[in-house]
Structure formats: C-alpha cells, structure tokens
T-cell receptor, first 114, second 114 residues
C-alpha cells in the first residue's frame, strides 16, 4: 500500500533562512503529489500540486517543490522564511491503487525563529 | 462565498452520547469528505461521497455514519461516542473527486469525548 513519509515532525529555521520540508512516497508508479498548509486553528489549504507536468512546481507564498522520480521525493522549499510561514505542512499523494483518495503524511510543524 | 462551513466548532460529549457534525459547501462541488486529524497521524479519511446520492467508507469508518443530504450538505454522525473518537474533524469538498482535484477544507470541529 502507498505510504507517505515526512521526515521530521518539527523543523525550526531562522527568519530569512532556507526552508526545506521533506516528503517521500513509496509507490513504484509515479503518483500525483500535493502539499497542503494548516495555519493554527484553521483547516488545510493547498500550497501546490504535481500532476505530471513540470517537475518543478511553484505554489503560493513563494513555496515550490520538485518531483524527483529516482528518489521518490517531493520536497518543499522556500528560499527565505517569514514569520507568517509558521504552520503545519502536510504532504499527500493520490494514485489509482488508493482509488485516487489522498494518502497523507503525518505532517511537519514549521517553527520560525526571529 | 463561504466555502466549506462546519458546525459546531467545539463539542464535548460523554461516552455513549450521540451527535451529528454538519458540513455544507457553496462551491457546487460534487465530492465531499470527512477526515479526522490526530496528533502525529496526519489526516485519516472516515467516509467520502463521490457524488450526490453515493457514500463510501474510507480508512477509519467504524463508529461513524454519514448522510449526503443533497449536493451541498454532508453530515457525519457518531451514534455512541467513545473516548477514542476524541479528535479534530474536518470536512472537505472537491469539484469532481478526481486524482488531481484540489480539496477545500472547512475550519474543523474539535470533539472531546469524556
């Protein structure tokens, strides 16, 4: 069965530093990949998604992610962290074997240090 | 556009009590979902409705029932609440339920079962 692994339940970076949040999936068939963000006490909202077009996907708020088939990864990056980026980030995949339902990672809480 | 709305925002139940969580969307979406979110576990799908008139079990359906009342509304019922159902519940909707669809989330219901 498909699984999604997010490395690090908490990631702490300084304001202005590079943000890197890691996501790996287990499928041998390239799935469709998503990053969602959850701000405190809110629902989730889509940051970006990969749907087999360009492997480098740009999202909202300056985030981007690169699909690397050889590494089964879809890591999320942002060149310069802002205090407003403090949130929990979820990676998710969908594929035929899961009836196209989303399989979610456990989430990574991003902490921004002033 | 209100998007996806959920009621109530908070609820405390005693073991064995019943309640219904309400969800409505005003985006004319065909598909709707109920998730639960527990710390360190990401989101787990309870039930989904691919279209009006259909419902299907997700990953963790035991102890829950759903009703797709019409295209806009999708309710989740706990018939006899248990402490293991203490969680944050999210309703979501998407246009077609396809594998590249964006899901839009409500603000969540925080449920505590004593």
């Amino acid at each position: 069965a498909q699984s999604v692994t997010q490395l690090g339940s908490h990631v702490s970076v300084s304001e202005g530093a590079l943000v890197l949040l890691r996501c790996n999936y287990s499928s041998s068939v390239p799935p469709y990949l998503f990053w969602y963000v959850q701000y405190p006490n809110q629902g989730l909202q889509l940051l970006l998604k990969y749907t087999s077009a360009a492997t480098l996907v740009k999202g909202i708020n300056g985030f981007e992610a690169e699909f690397k088939k050889s590494e089964t990864s879809f890591h999320l990056t942002k060149p310069s962290a802002h205090m407003s980026d403090a949130a929990e980030y979820f990676c998710a995949v969908s594929e035929r074997d899961s009836n196209y339902q989303l399989i979610w990672g456990a989430g990574t809480k991003l902490i921004i240090k002033p | 556009n209100a998007g996806v709305t959920q009621t109530p925002k908070f609820q405390v139940l005693k073991t064995g009590q019943s309640m219904t969580l309400q969800c409505a969307q005003d985006m004319n979406h065909n598909s709707m979902y109920w998730y639960r979110q527990d710390p360190g576990m990401g989101l787990r799908l309870i039930y989904y409705s691919a279209s009006e008139g259909t419902t299907d079990k997700g990953e963790v359906p035991n102890g829950y029932n759903v009703s797709r009342l019409n295209k806009r509304e999708f309710s989740l019922r706990l018939e006899s609440a248990a402490p293991s159902q203490t969680s944050v519940y999210f309703c979501a909707s998407s246009e077609y339920g396809g594998y590249t669809d964006t899901q839009y989330f409500g603000p969540g219901t925080r449920l505590t079962v004593l």
